[in-house]
């Protein structure tokens, strides 16, 4: 298979999945001194990913947690953060200039930073109260977190046989997704490379809610748009009724991310409606990939993830087709702006 | 001018300006009873009219005030929801099923239901707790209301003076900026319908921040991709910088909205990047629209405002010239879906 270490990837998720100790200890901390707000911080990908966080909570907690998008907490503000407030980021390189202006402000007002920065020199850990550095995992980290806040709020009873579920089965599951997906992907890949070199103008659909919404936007942006410069479209499930519906036609191609969260209705109502006016759609959903050793009720949180594997797997193969190294940028970091 | 009817223009405005004593004694009793959190819930583009409300709030304002998407609402939910907290929305027709299924969970939460709904007829107007009935002008309304909120609260003691200058100047301003920005208009119209007829897949991309953001994306899909069915795809000046920039060339077609209040700084930087790649963009500022008897600090409160009344404009035109009436859905409660 193309770009793809099976081994590095089960020690990956299952190193991410052994930072629980630490991240109980931080979450516990943080939960015995109180706090009047806990704010997901970030920016492109990583607000994604804090999407991701609030909305698997927001269903399930009565926790006061929100999120912020860095540039505009850096400008507009919020002013129901104050020093009693908990900010809860990730970055990879610690360095994003939304990112750090955003936690200096943060501690400015007095508040308390948790984050997870893959590289443990960055200037940005010595701003954090607490800091884990552990490459990639990002969703996994947050959801972690989210997790132990949920348990220590007695919103998760669950929580010891989930982890033990995760901790036996979660990594083995998701290389196993990938696997099942390749070939699909090698296809799909294909298509996609035909379409668009026939198509170039065109823009590519991507539509997800709950849990997914954060894999459709960032995937559609931080995949596409950035790494590959393939023009698409993002919109949940819900919007999509509401105006981007009527430009779907017969040939507009369409991709429906679907999941097994409680927004899955929405996106099942997207899958009945687009056979009716499109045939150039793909529906890529979690339910079709096994995870063995999890059980099903689990499977919800994790739906993010199984898509993240499916994704893996059609990059892999978009990278060769279009002969486009996902690597470079034309402009993102290229010069001053 | 095209569509203009300035006298019913101005009364529409001076209408909608008219309910704040109405407003102010249904926010008084909210106030007054008190409250856990006030969600301000939509769909669509009374979503994006809600997400205006709330970020306009979020800089200014202490009170707990969130958005709600009507749809996840009745999916996902939120547990920090409560009898005690408020929802307030605005509907034109009154029957939109995710609203009105929103807000037959939230009367069976037991919460307190403010709305403004166009059609005083509508089934809707009974699960509310206050209503008010009276058309168009949306943003207006949650605006007023926001207002009310924040002087309530300590946080707005502009307030009577704000109101004198709305009162007094507004609705001739708005109108104002309906002819200044009708013969430029006509001519970007123009240029929009010649280049979609050379261009039909390219969608056409708007950027915009703050109380721009939902004028912004409200624009790109209610009004283009709903009315006329061009392609669009719409994103905040923060999250341009972080993979949307990457598919922007020389030729690709690019409106920013520039507004004037605390996210400016962020279409700044967005006025500053386009020349470098791009020669085939607009930027709508409302800064370049004179507001007569309306004070510069007030300015940024309106810029949502101003850029809808150039819209309103853009739109006309774009009708006669695609020859395609805005009120023709080609899916859009067409058939069951």
Chains 1, 2 share one sequence.
Not at 4 to 21: C, M, P, T
Not at 75 to 83: C, I, V
Not at 118 to 131: F, G, H, P, S
Request: with cysteine; proline share 3%; aromatic share 14%.
């Amino acid at each position: 298979m193309l770009k793809f270490d099976e081994q590095k990837q089960i020690n990956s998720v299952n190193g991410g999945l052994a930072l629980r100790g630490e991240i109980e200890k931080v979450v516990d901390e943080i939960q015995e001194k109180g706090f009047d707000g806990i704010y997901f911080i970030g920016i492109g990908g990583t607000w994604a990913s804090s999407l991701q966080a609030e909305v698997y909570m927001r269903g399930r907690s009565a926790l006061p947690v929100y999120v912020e998008n860095a540039a505009e907490f850096i400008t507009t503000g919020n002013k129901r953060f104050t020093k009693d407030s908990i900010v809860i980021f990730s970055s990879v390189t610690g360095n994003t200039e939304e990112m750090v202006k955003a936690v200096e402000k943060a501690k400015e007002i007095g508040a308390k930073v948790f984050g997870f920065v893959d590289k443990a020199e960055a200037e940005i850990v010595k701003l954090c109260d607490w800091c884990i550095s552990y490459p990639e995992n990002e969703q996994l980290k947050f959801y972690m977190t989210a997790n132990r806040l949920m348990y220590n709020n007695g919103e998760f009873p669950e929580y010891d046989r989930y982890n033990k579920e995760m901790e036996e089965h979660l990594a083995e599951a998701l290389v196993n997704v990938e696997k099942k997906a390749d070939a699909w992907a090698a296809e799909y890949a294909k298509e996609v490379y035909a379409y668009v070199k026939a198509n170039p103008d065109m823009p590519h659909y991507f539509v997800g809610s709950g849990n997914q919404w954060g894999a459709t936007y960032s995937y559609a942006m931080c995949y596409w748009e950035e790494q590959l410069w393939i023009r698409t479209k993002s919109i949940t499930c819900a919007e999509f009724f509401h105006g981007m519906l009527e430009v779907v036609e017969a040939e507009t191609p369409v991709t429906l991310f679907m999941g097994e969260d409680s927004q899955r209705p929405l996106a099942e109502r997207v899958a009945g409606f687009l056979p009716k006016v499109c045939k150039n759609y793909v529906v890529i959903d979690s339910k079709d990939y096994e995870l063995e050793g999890i059980s099903t009720e689990f499977r919800g949180s994790l739906s993010h993830l199984v898509m993240h594997a499916v994704n893996n797997r059609v990059d892999a193969h978009l990278e060769d087709e279009f002969k486009h190294p996902m690597v470079i940028r034309r402009y993102y970091r290229q010069f001053e702006y």
